[in-house]
């Protein structure tokens, strides 16, 4: 009998946070795949002690592209699909609702949201904006699709509509601070790419119709201040100043330092 859920976790050298994510899957009725990139560590071996099953493509573009192609090409035969990144987790709470959910639904429910709880150094930022985050992660197979955004892509449904679940997900990146840098690093290139494409994302309101606007280099420092003392970011501890001070002032510095490169 196929599995209620089909899940989908992309990985490339995610020995240190996939067993998280594998592991808090286990209480639903699910298929795992595990989509890889072209690790060169121990991901292979840990999707197959959890009992997942360990697919390689190595023709990747981004994120959407590589979901994408695990919805077209991966041999899905449950009602849902569940996507998830390396790095994040289900709490308990959320596997249990999870399956409540989906043997219950009105058959125009076609998509849940899940709210995100963002973890930086051992410590849930909940403030700067950072929490709750609404992000569609589970859709009925056929129903749903990666936007072919370069980043902050979302899933989106062709029919339908999509309720909120009431508990969360987590996303945990338990890697070196080095690797989280030179991930973010990479991140700045891509993403200034596709501000200049014009491909802001939806979620980021404030830039779309307002930060864009503002000169390069002053607009992360408005930015950090906004998130950091107007949004109540001091209230995350010093894990909370380190992660709003990186991914608020610095990630942003390096953005616009590329837009400018590339203009």
Same mark, same amino acid.
Request: charged share 30%.
């Given at each position: 009998?196929?599995?209620?859920?089909?899940?989908?976790?992309?990985?490339?050298?995610?020995?240190?946070? *996939? $067993?998280?994510?594998? !592991?808090? /899957?286990?209480? =639903? #009725? &699910?298929?795992? %795949?595990?989509?890889?990139?072209?690790?060169?560590?121990?991901?292979?071996?840990?999707?197959?002690?959890?009992?997942?099953?360990?697919?390689?493509?190595?023709?990747?573009?981004?994120?959407?592209?590589?979901?994408?192609?695990?919805?077209?090409? *991966? $041999?899905?035969?449950? !009602?849902? /699909?569940?996507? =998830? #990144? &390396?790095?994040? %987790?289900?709490?308990?709470?959320?596997?249990?609702?999870?399956?409540?959910?989906?043997?219950s639904i009105q058959s125009g429910v076609?998509?849940?949201?899940?709210?995100?709880?963002?973890?930086?150094?051992?410590?849930?930022?909940?403030?700067?904006?950072?929490?709750?985050?609404?992000?569609?992660?589970?859709?009925?197979?056929?129903?749903?699709?990666?936007?072919?955004?370069?980043?902050?892509?979302?899933?989106?449904?062709?029919?339908?509509?999509?309720?909120?679940?009431?508990?969360?997900?987590?996303?945990?990146?338990?890697?070196?601070?080095?690797?989280?840098?030179?991930?973010?690093?990479?991140?700045?290139?891509?993403?200034?790419?596709?501000?200049?494409?014009?491909?802001?994302?939806?979620?980021?309101?404030?830039?779309?119709?307002?930060?864009?606007?503002?000169?390069?280099?002053?607009?992360?420092?408005?930015?950090?201040?906004?998130?950091?003392?107007?949004?109540?970011?001091?209230?995350?501890?010093?894990?909370?100043?380190?992660?709003?001070?990186?991914?608020?002032?610095?990630?942003?510095?390096?953005?616009?330092?590329?837009?400018?490169?590339?203009?």
């Amino acid at each position: 009998m196929a599995s209620k859920i089909d899940t989908v976790i992309l990985t490339k050298d995610e020995e240190v946070n *996939l $067993p998280h994510a594998l !592991e808090s /899957v286990k209480p =639903l #009725d &699910a298929k795992v %795949w595990v989509v890889d990139s072209g690790s060169t560590d121990n991901t292979e071996k840990i999707t197959r002690l959890h009992g997942a099953e360990f697919v390689s493509h190595t023709d990747y573009q981004n994120q959407a592209q590589q979901f994408n192609w695990a919805l077209d090409h *991966l $041999p899905l035969k449950g !009602e849902w /699909v569940l996507r =998830l #990144d &390396a790095d994040e %987790w289900l709490t308990p709470e959320l596997a249990k609702e999870i399956m409540q959910k989906i043997t219950s639904i009105q058959s125009g429910v076609n998509g849940f949201y899940m709210k995100r709880r963002m973890y930086f150094m051992g410590r849930w930022i909940c403030h700067g904006g950072y929490y709750p985050t609404w992000i569609l992660r589970l859709f009925r197979r056929g129903k749903g699709r990666s936007e072919e955004r370069e980043m902050d892509e979302h899933v989106v449904l062709s029919e339908g509509c999509a309720e909120r679940l009431k508990n969360d997900f987590a996303d945990e990146n338990r890697k070196s601070l080095p690797e989280w840098l030179a991930k973010h690093r990479d991140y700045a290139v891509r993403e200034a790419r596709a501000a200049l494409r014009g491909h802001i994302s939806d979620t980021r309101k404030l830039k779309k119709s307002f930060y864009y606007f503002l000169p390069p280099f002053v607009r992360p420092v408005l930015f950090f201040i906004y998130r950091y003392f107007f949004r109540l970011g001091f209230l995350d501890g010093i894990a909370g100043l380190k992660f709003h001070f990186l991914q608020g002032l610095w990630y942003r510095w390096l953005v616009d330092r590329e837009i400018v490169k590339r203009r």
